[in-house]
């Protein structure tokens, strides 16, 4: 099976370094991205299998990010990442066709299970 190709984005560059040495250790190519305008720009030059997005940034937020991709038809399976508990607006994303969440900060192998779960997801949709 291919490498998953992961979009990171979250505006705490230690968590985003963090995690992409994590994922990469895992077998991922990682791209990691510190706002939601730098999120939009890749999914627009490449493909990605699943975006794991942080939800409160400054700037283009989690939410703002993801009603532009829909709007912009750059949709991706998506994992939502909160460390506010902020569950309702993690919920909201759902609404929006995020796959999932998690709360911040989060166990690797927890995040590998969403992003799998989001691959597979992805698979069987039409492309």
Do not use: W
């Not at 627009?44 to 400054?58: G, S």
């Amino acid at each position: 099976m291919p490498q998953a190709h992961v979009l990171l984005v979250d505006d705490e560059t230690v968590f985003t370094r963090n995690i992409s040495k994590l994922l990469a250790h895992r077998g991922y190519r990682v791209t990691a991205v510190n706002s939601g305008d730098a999120a939009l720009r890749a999914l627009e030059e490449q493909r990605f299998d699943v975006l794991v997005l942080d939800l409160k940034m400054p700037g283009l937020d989690g939410i703002a990010t993801l009603r532009e991709m829909l709007k912009l038809g750059l949709f991706v399976e998506t994992i939502i990442l909160t460390g506010h508990g902020s569950i309702d607006t993690a919920l909201e994303a759902v609404k929006l066709g995020a796959h999932d969440y998690l709360t911040k900060p989060c166990e690797i192998d927890e995040l590998v299970a969403k992003i799998e779960s989001a691959r597979e997801k992805a698979r069987g949709r039409p492309s």
